[in-house]
């Protein structure tokens, strides 16, 4: 008899929802860890080997917490994976050791991995390993799959980029977060049809600019880099956006599910050879995980006219902190401010909340001197 199994994957931000639909339509039951907290950190603090990176240790956390209270259901853990350099490319057997050795027989892992060159050997690889995730489908079945999620990540970030666009210019303050909330609700629990989710992501967009706000205002730009993983997830980046939208700030932030998985898989080259244009003199070669991303969105926030980036960097990250020690040449380089900033367990809301201010209110100062600068010369120049 077949034994029946259970899915488990990373919670990352919303797009938890759009994953529960894609094993919902390949008929598993699903279960989402829930959003990050002290006890769930504590224990996957605790279990990890000391200088693991923060990422592991949380997702850690999360798996043994879906195991120990479902002792009677078999899971596949779900775990994202690359061929390195950095800890990344030993994730799952790691996980694997720990949770044996804690006792846990009720699971197997099973890694998803981009495509990788050469192309011939990279593309079967990646359906090897989607056949042992999934199983084998009847292939529409599989299409459905992926193109529901993929509408649902598309539909749950445009609500997102509205919600972070609506927030500073909000006129009662918490009104654009109720209003995406619900419209969440609705993307969530949405039919698995795509004329559907389009149809609620038009009502619900109509809604939240409906919600009142003055439109026409020029605040400063804060561009957000670093770690893909902590940059989506928001009960580990202590919801970044939502405290510098709150600040009123502009920001925006460089990875998304989207792009970050068109960047590895679709249009991996283009990508690479983009990155490796833009970082020319900095960065020239691949350190592990976003890190060339992040040099690259840097200086790319520069030329859009931003007027700073705040590099997410999770405790333990070799990728970031190599790009860190770059970052402060382009910062000076390229006349941008950034603010890197360590994320652990330990990490506390109320330290948190005061350097993003002090960030903030020192752009807005460089933001006047800049104004008065021009108004001057534009004075000398009409006189
Ligand atoms: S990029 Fe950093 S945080 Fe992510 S797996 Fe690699 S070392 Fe860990």
């Known amino acids: 008899m077949r034994r029946k199994v259970t899915y488990v994957f990373p919670r990352m931000g919303y797009s938890y929802a759009a994953f529960e639909s894609f094993f919902q339509i390949l008929g598993y039951d699903v279960i989402t860890p829930e959003p990050s907290n002290s006890k769930t950190l504590k224990r ?38 690359s061929y390195g350099p950095c800890r990344f490319g030993y994730y799952s057997p790691l996980y694997a050791k720990i949770l044996r050795d804690k ?44 193109v529901i999620a993929g509408w649902k990540v598309y539909a749950i970030e445009q609500l997102e980029r509205k919600m972070y666009h609506l927030i500073p210019r909000e006129n009662v303050t918490g009104s654009t977060e109720k209003a995406f909330n619900a419209a969440f609700e609705r993307i ?32 400063p730009k804060v561009g957000l880099i670093g770690e893909a993983y902590m940059l989506m997830d928001y009960s580990n980046n202590l919801e970044i956006e939502k405290k510098l939208a709150y600040l009123g700030v502009d920001v925006d932030r460089s990875l ?14 283009k990508h690479l050879n983009h990155m490796l244009e833009v970082n020319k003199g900095y960065l020239d070669f691949f350190i592990g995980g976003d890190g060339q991303e992040s040099i690259m969105n840097t200086i790319l926030y520069k030329k859009k ?31 941008i401010p950034v603010l890197s900033l360590s994320f652990d367990e330990q990490t506390g809301e109320a330290g948190f909340v005061t350097r993003l201010e002090a960030f903030v209110d020192m752009l807005k100062s460089r933001r006047e001197i800049e104004n008065s600068k021009v108004k001057k010369a534009e004075s000398v120049l009409t006189h």
């Open 103 to 146: 006792g846990f027989d009720n699971f197997e892992i099973v890694n998803v991995e981009g495509i990788y060159p050469p192309w011939y050997r990279g593309i079967p690889r990646f359906f090897k390993k989607l056949v042992k995730l999934v199983g084998w489908h009847m292939p529409w079945t599989g299409i459905r799959a992926f």
């Open 44 to 81: 996957g603090v605790s279990n990890s080997p000391q200088g693991m990176c923060f990422p592991f240790k949380i997702l850690l956390g999360q798996f043994m917490k879906v195991l120990e209270e479902n002792p009677h259901k078999y899971f596949k853990i779900v775990s994202l994976e």
């Open 188 to 219: 969530h629990h949405a039919p698995n049809k795509v004329k559907a989710i389009k149809r609620i992501l038009a009502e619900e967009l109509k809604k939240m600019d409906a919600v009142p706000h003055v439109e026409d205002v020029n605040l």
């Open 305 to 335: 006219g931003f007027d700073g980036v705040i590099q997410v960097l999770p405790f333990g990250c070799l990728p970031e902190t190599a790009a860190k020690q770059i970052l402060s040449r382009v910062s000076e380089d390229f006349d």
């Open 256 to 269: 998304w599910v989207t792009n970050w998985t068109l960047d590895r898989i679709l249009r991996a080259k």
